[in-house]
């Protein structure tokens, strides 16, 4: 069953997803179906969410819910782990990855309080497994002053991704920025309406072969 119609016809705990979601959803988290995976929701509101990513992850995920909400910890079950916690708090959520492991996919649907989204985006991307994937969702917050966001305002989770773009590229840019960490282990940046998707890995070489005969 594909996700969206497992999300339709839910009759257990409640979810709260914009339905556009749900292609991002398959294109990006599709390929751990059925693998042996740590995937961190951070927020888990009704406990719906938690219930979905274990029905279509298959029986060898380990999901594991974060919220600051101790009630949270009532929707542990087979296979999902609630911790309950700040995602601001750094110390937390390191006790979370000495627990459970590297996370494979990290899904922010917390607080979406730009500085929240920023404490938690800088401390668990470069701990993401090569090869995971890190979503930051709900982001037409980084444009509401209630959560810190605004155009182009300092702070904004989205013009700290509009950055890091040029960090992706630092290998290009003729010395104008110095390759990062980043640089080294992103291999892709989505963006979606309100929701940005980091893929991590490693590259080994980057060249432009030109390869065939010519005429
Ligand atoms: C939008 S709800 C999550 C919805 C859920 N993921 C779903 O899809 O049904 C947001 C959750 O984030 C939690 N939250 C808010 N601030 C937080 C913080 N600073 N750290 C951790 N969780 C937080 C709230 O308690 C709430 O449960």
Redesign the pocket.
């Known amino acids: 069953m594909s996700l969206w119609s497992d999300f339709l016809q839910n009759d257990q705990r409640?979810?709260?997803?914009w339905t556009h979601y749900f292609p991002i959803y398959e294109a990006h988290f599709g390929r751990f179906v059925n693998r042996p995976i740590v995937f961190i929701?951070?927020?888990?509101?009704?406990?719906?969410?938690?219930q979905?990513w274990k029905r279509y992850l298959g029986p060898f995920a380990q999901i594991v819910g974060?919220?600051?909400?101790p009630h949270?910890k009532a929707f542990e079950e087979d296979q999902i782990a609630v911790r309950i916690?700040?995602?601001?708090?750094t110390e937390f959520l390191r006790g979370v990855l000495d627990e459970f492991g590297a996370p494979d996919v990290l899904?922010d649907?917390?607080?979406?309080?730009m500085a929240?989204v920023t404490a938690s985006f800088e401390f668990l991307y470069p701990r993401i497994a090569p090869g995971g994937v890190y979503i930051v969702e709900?982001l037409h917050t980084a444009y509401w002053d209630e959560f810190g966001g605004g155009l182009r305002r300092d702070g904004s989770f989205i013009e700290r991704c509009k950055s890091l773009i040029d960090h992706l590229n630092a290998d290009h840019a003729r010395g104008q920025i110095a390759p990062t960490e980043f640089t080294r282990t992103t291999l892709s940046m989505h963006f979606y309406d309100s929701v940005v998707v980091f893929e991590r890995g490693r590259y080994i070489k980057k060249h432009a072969p030109q390869i065939g005969t010519k005429e």
């Open positions: 409640l979810i709260h997803k929701e951070i927020g888990c509101g009704e406990g719906g969410s938690l979905l974060i919220d600051i909400a949270a916690g700040d995602q601001r708090d899904l649907d917390g607080s979406h309080v929240d709900d």
